[in-house]
């Protein structure tokens, strides 16, 4: 399949605020997830940063509303969804190729 007929994914960047002793909870909680292929601990305003890879915006409400807006621990979220990735990992193909 070329280029331009591989389905995009959206990538959601979701930051999280947690309770500052649930954030290992949170992070195990949310890391078990399909859709959330990795998360990381920040220091700053935030304490964890979920990656989150779906294949339309919609998925991406599904996982924001059904997912995190359950998940105990969380106090607040921010979402950003990627227009455009810059890397130099071919993070399409990485993706392709995993499911």
């Not at 954030?23 to 990381?40: N, P, R």
């Amino acid at each position: 399949m070329s280029r331009r007929n591989t389905p995009r994914m959206v990538t959601g960047i979701i930051l999280i605020r947690a309770v500052r002793e649930k954030v290992h909870d949170v992070a195990q909680q949310l890391v078990g997830l399909k859709e959330v292929s990795e998360i990381y601990s920040v220091a700053g305003r935030w304490d964890l940063v979920a990656m989150v890879r779906v294949p339309s915006l919609e998925a991406l409400e599904d996982v924001i509303a059904g997912h995190l807006a359950h998940a105990g621990g969380i106090c607040q979220t921010e979402t950003l969804v990627a227009c455009r990735a810059y890397s130099k990992i071919d993070l399409e193909r990485l993706f392709s190729e995993a499911g």
